[in-house]
């Protein structure tokens, strides 16, 4: 037995068993295209491309509202949408695109490189000649540079790339940067570790902290993001390649911000007092 009156139209009829729900008063959901065709025809509502073009008159006291991130799709255009996507993203040139920037890992062949960009420091907090060698002979896959190699004209030769930013690390067994770490084994050459009260002095191979011992650019390129791109590939590639549970940094106050960006915590004053001291403890922990 039907529970509607005869003067209900057909489209409030139930569907199914079920009654169409809808928030607007006298708008029924159309169940089959011959449906659509003939309110179409009636001029209850217009249809492109399946879309209505006009649902509710303008007097209408109840609007339908819009969804505020609606938007509508021309369908005559759909075949330009993979051309849209294939577009490359629209990005502003920056100074460090213009270096044509690439990172690799340190070998010693690069040691008079690292000097050079190491007169980024103050005379006393430099990394010697002799550090370096030590460094990047015993942990050159802890030691990462960001080179520039200009575009070249029409037959000119290819420039040696020129290192333009470094960081310089080795390995320690202590949570923190220390003294000791930072130093040159006396006998490095000869001995493969050098242990003074305890600690193991400068790289220690066993140690799950990365110690970074210089983060410096070129003066003439600081400014242009040298410093932030190196240190974030770098800490992706320890991240990534899991050989390290933290690494650590000593640094003044004005870039303790600067570190803290990439995810490195304060950890408080330093006790090491190389070039002078006044270093605060900056960890970034990988477990
Ligand atoms: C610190 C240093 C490595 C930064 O290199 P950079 O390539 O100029 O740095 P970036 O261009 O990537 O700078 C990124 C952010 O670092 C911060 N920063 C850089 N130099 C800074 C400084 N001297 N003081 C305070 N914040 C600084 C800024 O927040 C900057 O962001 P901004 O560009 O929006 O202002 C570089 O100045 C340097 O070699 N200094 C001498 C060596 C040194 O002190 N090393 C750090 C040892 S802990």
Redesign the pocket.
């Known amino acids: 037995m039907s529970n509607y009156t005869a003067d209900e139209s057909a489209a409030d009829q139930p569907i199914n068993g079920f009654k169409p729900s809808s928030s607007v008063e006298a708008f029924s959901l159309p169940a089959t295209g011959d449906d659509l065709s003939r309110l179409s025809a009636r001029g209850d509502f217009s249809m492109a491309n399946g879309i209505p073009l006009e649902e509710m008159s303008d007097d209408d006291d109840e609007e339908e509202e819009v969804d505020e991130d609606y938007v509508a799709v021309d369908h005559a255009d759909i075949n330009e949408v993979p051309y849209w996507f294939r577009r490359p993203a629209v990005h502003q040139r920056t100074k460090l695109d213009n270096l044509h920037p690439f990172v690799q890992v340190l070998t010693v062949s690069n040691v008079d490189d690292c000097v050079s960009v190491e007169t ?2 103050p005379e006393q907090e430099r990394c010697t000649r002799e550090k370096f060698v030590y460094r990047l002979d015993r942990c050159p896959e802890l030691c990462l540079g960001l080179f520039t190699l200009p575009i070249l004209g029409e037959n000119q030769p290819k420039p040696r790339p020129t290192l333009i ?1 470094h960081i310089v690390a080795t390995r320690t067994s202590t949570p923190f940067v220390t003294d000791k770490s930072m130093e040159l084994p006396a006998n490095w050459q000869m001995e493969r570790r050098t242990v003074e009260n305890g600690e193991t002095v400068g790289h220690d191979e066993y140690g799950s902290t990365i110690a970074i011992h210089s ?3 070129l003066p003439e390129h ?7 791109t190196l240190m974030k590939s770098y800490i992706q590639r320890i991240r990534e390649a899991q050989i390290a549970e933290r690494i650590s ?1 000593i ?2 106050d ?2 303790v ?2 570190y803290e960006s990439f995810g490195f915590e304060n950890r408080g004053p330093s006790n090491c007092q190389f070039g002078g001291g006044g270093w605060t403890n900056l960890v970034l922990d990988f477990i």
Not at 222 to 228: D, E, F, I
């Open positions: 980024a420091f930013g983060l410096a650019v600081q400014g242009k993001q040298v410093a932030s940094i640094s003044h004005h870039l911000p600067f």
